[in-house]
Every structure is written in C-alpha cells, then in structure tokens.
C-alpha cells in the first residue's frame, strides 16, 4: 500500500505515519511539506491521499481540486483543523471521500481511513450538527416519544438520503433489523469501529439519543414511505 500525507508540520506527519501503520505492515509512505511537494510527489499509484488545507503554497482548496483533476481515481482525504462545517462540505462536494479534523483522536482518523480504504465516505459527526432540532432539517423534532406520528414523510427520508452516505443508510437498515454492531459490521465488511463512526452520524441526523430511538425513527420514516 502507498499512501501520501501533505502536512507542513512534521509531528504531525510522523504521528499520521505511525498511526497508519496499524494497516498493514509495510505501507510506502510518500510525504510532502508544501503544495508544490503535493504537486510533484502525487502519482496515479497512490491507494490514499491525506491532504491538509492549510499548507504553504494554498490557496483556498485550489490544491484539492488540482489533485482530484490529476489522479481522479486516487481515494483523498482532508485532514484538517479547520471544524468549520462549511468548510467541510466545500471539500466533500469537490469529491474527497473524508474530512477528519485534527482535534478527533488517532482511533477515529484510523477508523475513517478504513472505512474510505473500503469504499466509504467518512462525514464527520459534528457536520451534522449544524442541522436544525428534528429527524433531518426542516421537520419538527419528535414530541415525547411518538416518533410514528412525528409527520415522517417520504421527502424526510428522502432528505435523509442525502444527509447520510450510502454505507450509513445501509448501517441503518441493519441496525432497524435488529442486528448488534458486530454483525453489521461483518455483513458489510467492515470493522465493529467504522460501525460506530456511521452510528454517531446516524443518530445526529435522526436526532436520537441511542440505538432503540434510532430503530423507531427510522420504521416510521420508512413506514410514511410506503403509505
């Protein structure tokens, strides 16, 4: 595996190295200071890139999208200390598969990097929560726990389709099926971690507290669905 981390600050670079070498054992690590080390050093043979916004030689997100031009097939994600939701849709739309803030701890950056290894996009949870109070924006927040009467909707659904990533909907539909988080991580192929990240976002966006409120938010939706 070849992996390349832009960062202008080395200790960060060498804690995203050793911590990335959990993956497997020798990973080819490609590293640059600067965008002009990003521009030279990036190849078609990479299998991920970890890029940060604010390195010499940046200029907004200029370099992500001349990265994505060049190697569109190479899997990029940023890391970043920017928390700005904004700022991390911004860089999504632009086609990366993952925005990890620096604040989130080494498990977290290694779980979302298997879970984009695998074919996933890793939103951070605190994204969702720029989202108004309810089951997804726009609709009122369930009133002491009547969540099939809560005006679900198909549009609801819908806009929570578009919330989630595919992997978290399908985390979703699992997890309504009453499968623990070790099954749902062996039926999709990932690790009992990575299902935990997707729950995290999951029950920001149905604006629940736990894993039953979550199931019961989530039949209705499907129920108003149907009807």
């Known amino acids: ?62 370099h992500i999208d001349e990265i994505r031009r060049r190697h ?35 498990e977290v950056m290694l779980s979302a990097v298997r879970l984009v290894l695998a074919g996933g996009v890793y939103v951070p949870p605190m994204m969702l929560t720029a989202l108004p109070p309810g089951i997804v924006a726009g609709v009122p927040p369930m009133q002491n726990g009547d969540a099939r009467s809560a005006g679900a909707s198909s549009a609801t659904l819908e806009h929570l389709r578009s919330v989630l990533t595919e992997r978290q909907v399908e985390v979703l539909q699992l997890l309504s099926q009453g499968k623990p988080n070790k099954l749902i991580g062996r039926s999709l192929g990932i690790s009992e ?25 989530a039949q209705a939706l499907t129920e108003a669905q149907q009807a």
């Open 1 to 62: 595996m070849k992996i390349l981390i832009a960062d202008d600050h080395r200790l960060v670079i060498e804690a995203v190295k050793a911590k990335l070498s959990e993956l497997e054992p020798g990973i080819e690590f490609v590293l640059a200071m600067s965008v002009d080390e990003l521009l030279a050093h990036a190849t078609d043979e990479l299998d991920l890139a970890l890029i940060d916004l604010n390195m010499p030689g940046a200029d907004g997100q200029a």
């Open 72 to 106: 569109p097939a190479v899997p990029v994600i940023v890391l970043s200390g920017y928390e700005d939701p904004a700022i991390m849709r911004s860089a999504l739309e632009r086609g990366v598969l993952g925005f990890i803030p620096k604040a989130y701890s080494p």
């Open 193 to 217: 971690g990575t299902v935990k990240i997707h729950l995290a976002a999951i029950f920001r966006a149905l604006n629940v507290r736990n894993r039953t409120e979550a199931v019961v938010a």
